[in-house]
């Protein structure tokens, strides 16, 4: 049966708090933007006379029925003629039945008359008996000559547009039928008339053979339909639901089971409805426990049909097949179903012809995964159970020493109602996860593992490699809750010391990784108490590389290195390659403050050590390393991008985050501040989930620096008193907060003065430390110092801050300005030009430092000031930074250098459009929505891509603060026009 005979019309749900009704039907059209467009576009040809055979082809449910409904109702609307027949499936199918269906609403009264249809009332009377047995010709005409006539009748209904006939599952119709459809597509080709008719592709049928023949000819355009993307699942379920908030696991159930076909998202979603599982309470649809997906009940009918048609061996086969999964190696179903590979084999090749069954390659597959549920449905529970044990000892027989194995292994044993044996292949799968380091993996197998048995040691085995797991990913929360169990499970066992030591370790190293240092260091504390009862030595070494961790959280430096080294020794001397690691990973961030080619070296043995070793997670985490000294090195981000990719494989949601932060760094430098936002947002969201409070707020005080720079000093604030309720008083956040985002908008501002202050609150917040990471601050303030004729500060030269390149160039260009003044002019060019190359890949701050140190250099003879005063007025003016702009322009008449207007692009913005951060040409784009004009004309006018006009409107969107385009307009009249 056809389950697009069953998709009605297109009501939508209701909005009433109980619904019990039997369907859920989409109320519009979903995922087919684009065959609706060519659909369109085919009418309009057949308007202009050009018509022809247009074939909708897709599996069933696909939706090719409701595509061709929804064109038939907007050729209606358009003036067309609109004629719709179906086909239906039958043994023997009526001649000529869709054409009749099609000319049922024309009455006799209606029959144009003329000279096109003169001679043919009679063949058309074999089409519509309806019109009196006097029109009726004999002897049979043949299916040309009623292709004729139709074709003729066609053309006169379509007046002065078009007609539009419509069969629906041609696969269906009879083969005069198909000949008469085969006549119009060659012969309509310059005529108003169109042919769009629906076709199962996967009926092995005369038509479907008729449809590929056509095609091959060229005398029909195929138009295929596959499934539904996962977006457009998820916004049909909305639709159906009528609703912006669907649960997470209702998305989840169709995306896995529906397969994108549109059929099956409106089944599933009825049957959720009608057995209570998805309910509507107080507007908000609700899932009730878990979800399983239950078959429709005209497809289960179907599969049932079909399956009885393979007889007690065929219904066994399948089955354990089904069992097996979705795409199952045959000679294991073969075996668990105690048949030969002759009698297996002749089996699946009849349920491929059933359609039960395909062949992928050289393996065979369920058509759907609803075939196999509906197959699962038709086994008695004790059936069900005595299968799966069977197939249980043919996989386990079968897998030898493969991995992938275990989940199916675990499945079945469930099934057959062995959970110990379940949890054991949980186990092991789940630490085969943890070791490749596909950390989402393993914790869901351990989850599964310790839920399931009911022994102990075992339950205690799974909760020590999920503990492991979540301690990996980051996860502070699941980590303490995963601890908790783990604890009380080894106390029930009267475990050994050094086995609960280890459990207080993981809970250490992930309040670690979520800067938690105080509780890091009570679980350590208690760590080191087992250890030391225990005699522990490995444990002892791997508790000296958390140390480790935590003092260069803290700041020690000296402390963190000594530690580092220590743990690497005690690693390298039990032979604990992941502590090395670890402590390797502290040393390298240390010597990252002193000499970045000793951190490179560092970070580069600590991947040959986990390469080495199979450890992928480490692997991950020390190239992570290697990509912040690129980062330090020139502001380059490209090996940490490859490495977030990794980590987003590695399910190491954490480091993710980091990483997101760390890129941001490096765009914001490069001043690529929408992508830097972009990863920003991500940090800040996956912060809030995992509780990660010191990372959000070092990325909120990222958010602030890339709206200093774009002069938007009113969302800088709001991102400031964000960070400082995270954060508090943290010296670091202080002091960047100041000295890398308030100082920088005074800049921005031209207030040179109270950047200088900024500086200098950012310098004392920070203090006398060696610094761990860059500050910036200090070495700002060194420029300006330099700049009023003061001397260096030697605190401003340590640690971090002359490694890195930002702050190494405003260093050297601090130096270049001290040396010109003393009349060292090479010397200070070099400088100069030392400071050009670190900020190479900055240019918002080279440009800066240009603007800072050029009366400097034009007074006391060293650089190209005139060169770079014009370059940086352009600059600034590209980049809305309108009064460092006029401040360099201002220099260079002074100097009586030719000044180039700035365009109309980088006029004055208004204030609460530069206040917002708005560039210079996303305001041409506010403006020009502003005026009424389209994306596309908005393109046009501005020379750009329409992508690009979409991505400026985005921006906009969130910078403003508004969601719809007539806001976005009502914007645009309150700003006003640019100034002059």
């Not at 064109?71 to 499936?89: I, Y």
């Not at 909305?238 to 696991?249: G, K």
């Not at 601890?483 to 190293?509: F, I, M, W, Y």
Request: charged letters at 25%; a negative charge; hydrophobic letters at 45%.
């Amino acid at each position: 049966m056809n389950p697009e005979h069953h998709r009605g019309g297109s009501r939508p749900a209701r909005a009433t708090d109980t619904w019990t009704v039997a369907h859920v039907l989409c109320p519009t059209l979903v995922g087919r933007d684009r065959e609706m467009a060519e659909l369109r576009a085919r009418v309009a040809a057949g308007v202009r006379g050009e018509g022809g055979l247009v074939l909708v082809s897709g599996p069933a449910g696909v939706g090719k029925s409701r595509l061709v409904l929804e064109l038939a109702g907007e050729a209606r609307a358009r003036g067309l003629t609109v004629l719709v027949g179906r086909a239906t499936s039958s043994e023997v199918p009526a001649p000529y039945r869709p054409l009749s269906d099609a000319l049922r609403p024309i009455s006799p009264s209606s029959l144009p008359e003329g000279p096109d249809l003169h001679g043919f009332e009679g063949v058309l009377g074999r089409l519509a008996p309806q019109w009196g047995a006097g029109r009726v010709t004999a002897p049979e005409p043949s299916p040309v000559v009623i292709g004729e006539a139709l074709l003729r009748l066609l053309h006169t209904l379509a007046g002065p547009t078009a007609c539009l006939l419509m069969i629906e599952d041609l696969q269906w119709a009879d083969p005069e039928t198909v000949a008469v459809v085969e006549y119009l597509a060659d012969h309509a080709t310059r005529l108003p008339v169109l042919c769009v008719a629906s076709l199962r592709d996967d009926a092995d049928v005369r038509a479907v053979h008729d449809a590929t023949r056509l095609e091959a000819r060229r005398a029909a355009e195929v138009i295929r339909l596959g499934p539904l993307t996962v977006t457009d699942v998820a916004a049909m379920t909305r639709a159906c639901l009528a609703t912006d908030a669907v649960p997470a696991e209702v998305e989840g159930l169709l995306r896995d089971s529906a397969e994108g076909v549109p059929f099956f998202v409106e089944e599933l979603l009825a049957a959720l409805v009608t057995d209570g599982a998805l309910t509507r309470i107080d507007g908000a649809w609700t899932s009730t426990g878990p979800l399983r997906p239950r078959v429709p009940p005209s497809f289960i009918q179907s599969v049932r049909d079909r399956l009885g048609e393979t007889g007690p061996d065929g219904r066994r086969l399948l089955g354990c097949a089904a069992l097996l999964g979705r795409q199952f190696d045959w000679r294991l179903a073969c075996g668990a179903a105690g048949l030969t590979p002759t009698a297996a084999h002749d089996l699946l090749t009849r349920a491929v012809a059933l359609q039960l069954l395909a062949v992928q390659q050289t393996a065979f597959t369920f058509r759907h995964a609803l075939t196999l549920e509906a197959i699962l449905e038709e086994l008695l529970p004790s059936e069900r159970a005595t299968l799966a044990t069977r197939c249980l000892e043919e996989v386990e027989s079968a897998a030898g020493g493969a991995g992938d194995w275990r989940h199916l292994a675990a499945d079945l044993a469930e099934i057959s109602g062995d959970a110990n044996r379940a949890a054991a292949h949980l186990i092991a799968a789940g630490g085969g996860a943890l070791r490749r380091g596909a950390l989402a993996t393993a914790r869901a197998a351990l989850t599964r593992a310790a839920s399931l048995s009911t022994d102990a040691e075992v339950r205690a085995g799974a909760a020590e490699l999920l503990a492991e797991t979540t301690a990996s990913s980051g996860d502070l929360a699941a980590t303490r809750d995963a601890v908790s169990k783990l604890l009380a499970t080894l106390a029930e066992l009267d475990a050994p010391a050094g086995r609960r030591g280890q459990a207080h370790l993981l809970l250490a190293r992930s309040a670690v990784a979520a800067a938690q240092f105080d509780l890091a260091s009570e679980e350590m504390a208690e760590a080191r108490r087992l250890a030391a009862s225990a005699g522990d030595a490995a444990l002892a070494a791997r508790l000296s590389a958390v140390a480790a961790q935590v003092a260069i959280g803290e700041g020690r430096l000296g402390e963190a290195e000594a530690l580092a080294s220590r743990a690497a020794e005690s690693a390298d001397a039990t032979g604990q390659p992941e502590a090395l690691c670890e402590a390797l990973e502290v040393a390298g961030r240390c010597a990252r403050t002193r000499d970045l080619d000793q951190a490179e070296a560092i970070g580069r043995r600590a991947v040959s050590v986990a390469a080495d070793h199979g450890l992928t997670l480490w692997r991950m985490r020390s190239t992570y390393q290697l990509g912040v000294v690129d980062l330090f090195r020139s502001g380059a981000v490209e090996v940490l991008e490859r490495t977030r990719e990794d980590a987003v494989r590695l399910g190491a949601v954490a480091t993710v985050a980091h990483l997101d932060l760390e890129i941001s760094a490096g765009l914001e430098f490069q001043g690529r501040w929408e992508e830097a936002r972009e990863r920003l947002q991500n940090c800040i969201e996956t912060s809030e989930v995992l509780g990660l409070r010191t990372l959000e707020a070092t990325a909120r005080v990222f958010v602030a620096i890339v709206e200093a720079a774009s002069g938007a000093r009113r969302r800088m604030e709001a991102a400031i008193s964000r960070a400082i309720a995270l954060a508090g008083k943290d010296p670091e956040v202080v002091g960047a907060l100041w000295g890398d985002a308030r100082a920088i908008a005074s800049l921005a501002d031209e207030d040179r003065a109270r950047a200088r202050r900024d500086l200098q609150t950012a310098v004392d917040a920070y203090g006398t430390r060696r610094a761990a990471i860059p500050h910036l601050a200090a070495a700002l303030l060194d420029v300006l110092v330099a700049i009023d004729g003061g001397e260096p500060d030697p605190s401003a030269r340590s640690g971090a801050t002359t490694t890195m390149c930002q702050p190494s160039g405003y260093l050297a260009f601090a130096d270049a300005v001290r040396l010109g003044r003393a009349g060292r002019v090479v010397e200070a060019r070099a400088a100069a030009r030392s400071g050009d190359v670190q900020l190479g890949r900055a240019p918002w701050y080279r440009h800066l430092m240009h603007r800072l140190c050029a009366e400097a250099a034009g007074a006391d003879g060293w650089g190209d000031p005139i060169i770079w005063l014009a370059e940086a007025a352009r600059f600034y003016d590209s980049r809305g930074n309108e009064r460092l702009a006029a401040a360099c322009r201002g220099l260079l008449r002074k100097s009586g250098a030719p000044v180039a207007r700035p365009t109309r692009r980088t006029r004055r913005l208004p204030a609460l459009l530069r206040d917002a951060g708005v560039t210079g040409r996303e305001a041409e784009v506010l403006a020009l929505v502003g005026e009424g004009l389209s994306n596309p004309e908005i393109a046009e006018r501005l020379f750009l891509s329409v992508r690009t006009v979409e991505h400026h409107i985005g921006w906009l969107r969130r910078k403003l603060g508004v969601e719809s385009r007539a806001q976005m307009v009502a914007r645009a009249v309150a700003a006003g026009p640019p100034a002059e």
